[in-house]
C-alpha cells in the first residue's frame, strides 16, 4: 500500500512582513474557518520565529516545511535561534494579563490540535487533524 505525502519548503526573510506568507502556507487549507484558525496560529509562530528566534534579524531566514498527509496538516517552523528553553514552552496565558508577550505560545496551542517542538526548541511542529 503506498501512503500519501506531500510537502514542500518555504524560505522567508526574518521580517514581519507576514501576511502573503502565511496565504501561501495556507493554499491547501479549504475549509475558511479551518484556514483562519490556522492563520491566527501560524502567524503567531512565525512571529515568535522571527521576534524571539531570530531577534529580528533580517539576514536570518524563517525555513518552514509544509506536509499533507491523508489525515493531517503538518507546519514545521524552525528559526535560526539558539531555541527557546523547556520552561517557556508551555501552553498558559501570562498572570498578568496587561504582559507584554506571553500569549503566543497559548494561542498557538489552542489553533492546533499536535504542538511538538524540537529538543533544541527552535523547530515547532504545528498538527491540525484533516
Not at 20 to 41: M, N, W
Request: glycine fraction near 6%.
Amino acid at each position: 500500500m503506498e501512503s500519501f505525502k506531500n510537502w514542500a519548503v518555504f524560505i522567508h526573510p526574518s521580517t514581519l512582513k507576514l501576511a502573503s506568507f502565511v496565504e501561501t502556507l495556507l493554499e491547501p487549507v479549504i475549509c475558511k474557518e479551518t484556514a483562519k484558525k490556522i492563520e491566527l496560529g501560524l502567524h503567531e509562530a512565525l512571529v515568535n520565529a522571527v521576534v524571539h528566534g531570530n531577534l529580528s534579524n533580517p539576514n536570518k531566514v524563517v525555513r518552514v516545511r509544509r506536509i499533507l498527509t491523508p489525515n493531517w496538516f503538518i507546519w514545521q517552523i524552525q528559526d535560526e535561534g539558539i531555541g527557546i528553553v523547556k520552561n517557556k514552552r508551555q501552553s498558559s496565558l501570562p498572570i498578568d494579563i496587561d504582559a507584554n508577550s506571553g500569549r503566543g505560545i497559548y494561542l498557538i496551542h489552542k489553533c492546533f490540535d499536535d504542538v511538538r517542538w524540537s529538543s533544541k526548541g527552535n523547530r515547532l511542529q504545528l498538527s491540525l487533524k484533516k
